[in-house]
Structures are given as C-alpha cells and as structure tokens.
C-alpha cells in the first residue's frame, strides 16, 4: 500500500452532493472511514469521508483505484487504515 496518497482538496458535504447528481456509491468502510464514489454526468468522482469528524476529501482515480484493490485483495486493513489517516491529513 502505497503510504504517500494524498486529498486533492476537502470538500463540502454541498460539493459532494452537487457531483453526486446520479448517486453516491459506498466502495468499502473501515473504521471511521468510507470510501466513495460518485457521477455527474460523465465526470467521475473519488471521495474519502471521515464519519468522525463528518470531512470529506476528494481524491483522484489512481488513489481510489489503490485503496480499493488493496481492500478487497486482502490487503493489511492497518496499512489501508493508515494511508486513510494520511489522506485525511493531507489537507490539514
């Protein structure tokens, strides 16, 4: 698992809402954290929301696609659970 994955931005709960115009999809959870995906239109978004401190950050598609294959490939859910944590503190 790659440790060095970053947020491209924190975003607003109306942001993700307003690129979730055809639904939010929930990747997978650990933790405190989920993993989301979301459509508008054609454009495809990556989200990381943090349940305890209720933030939201974007990320790209080779980070998504990353922590994804590293979940549901039996990855170490304490390596996952860190680059998660990195993520979320990426943008602080």
């Known amino acids: 698992m790659n440790k ?4 491209i931005k924190e975003v607003t709960r109306e942001e ?3 690129l979730a115009q055809n639904g939010l999809r929930e990747l997978f ?22 349940m305890s401190t209720h933030r939201c950050y974007l990320i790209d598609l080779k980070t998504s696609y990353e922590l994804v294959t590293a979940f549901y490939s039996g ?10 944590n ?6 602080h």
């Open 4 to 7: 060095g994955l970053t947020a």
């Open 16 to 18: 993700v809402m307003g």
């Open 29 to 50: 959870d650990l933790a405190s954290y989920k993993v989301c995906d979301a459509t508008t239109g054609d454009v495809q978004s990556h989200f990381v929301y943090d």
């Open 75 to 84: 990855g170490d859910k304490q390596s996952i659970l860190q680059s998660l």
């Open 86 to 91: 990195g993520i979320a503190k990426s943008v």
